[in-house]
């Protein structure tokens, strides 16, 4: 990490939060980082926190920015790129958005094709620096930049970089929305447990240690994760009992679906 980077922050929320504490977390003076909101009272809970500065200008927060992430909802952020443009152009500076659905097509018509731009989809686990993120640039972003913007998002978890920029609704069906697909199977095993007998906390507990538990084991093995259910699942033994059931219920085609459907609202959105 450059710990002499300039990074500006529109949107004080919780990924742009998020990200702040990664990069300090990962060496960058916390002087180094500028928000900007609305919303002053939490400008000085950030300052008083993370030692940020804070402003409620966003052309204040951008003016010596080597780095501009727009951390801001999608309905305003036509808003914001009309009136920072200016700025971006003195500055020359990187422009990285997470907003979902701003493609480099409406991002570089706000602020120019000669504007260096990175377009990413994070995921909420970033709030506690286990993140994937997806990115995608434009021709303008040289190496350096590129570099730049995966440290960045590499301070709360992995960055992958796309090929395409269509790649990134199935980043989004994938890794965007993926955790909540996480929270509904421990839901379902959660409330199965409860009306097995278990508490809520001893469902809950062992639901969650478990998931833990499978993720770990998937991430520090050199085989795929169907190689690993294979080997946890004995002929005749509960395991395949239970696997049987939710493959007859057709499992894999359900979650088939269930990522196209949001793979294609993500192409909705981004229209």
Not at 235 to 263: I, M, R, S
Request: proline letters at 3%; charged letters at 15%; aromatic letters at 2%.
């Amino acid at each position: 990490m450059n710990t002499n980077l300039k990074i500006a922050f529109i949107g004080a929320g919780n990924m742009a939060t998020s990200l702040a504490g990664g990069l300090i977390a990962k060496g960058l003076p916390s002087h180094q980082i500028t928000l900007s909101d609305p919303n002053q009272e939490r400008l000085n809970e950030l300052r008083n926190e993370y030692g940020v500065l804070g402003t409620t200008q966003n052309i204040e927060c951008i003016q010596d920015a080597h780095v501009i992430i727009l951390a801001v909802k999608p309905q305003i952020m036509a808003d914001i790129l009309s009136e920072i443009a200016d700025t971006v152009k003195q500055n020359n500076a990187l422009v990285i958005s997470i907003a979902a659905g701003i493609t480099l097509t409406k991002l570089s018509q706000g602020l120019g094709t000669e504007t260096a731009l990175v377009r990413c989809m994070p995921n909420t686990p970033a709030l506690v620096q286990c993140g994937a993120t997806g990115l995608i640039s434009n021709a303008a972003v040289n190496a350096a930049q590129r570099e730049i913007a995966q440290s960045i998002l590499e301070s709360v978890g992995i960055a992958l970089w796309m090929e395409h920029e269509e790649q990134i609704d199935a980043v989004t069906a994938v890794s965007g929305s993926g955790p909540a697909y996480f929270f509904l199977v421990m839901e379902s095993m959660i409330q199965a447990g409860i009306d097995m007998g278990l508490s809520q906390q001893q469902a809950q507990q062992l639901t969650l240690q478990t998931a833990l538990g499978a993720a770990t084991m998937a991430m520090d093995s050199d085989v795929a994760p169907k190689e690993l259910r294979k080997r946890v699942t004995s002929p005749g033994g509960t395991t395949e009992q239970a696997v049987n059931y939710l493959q007859d219920g057709d499992l894999p085609k359900l979650f088939k679906e269930a990522l196209q459907a949001a793979k294609i609202r993500s192409e909705e959105l981004g229209k």
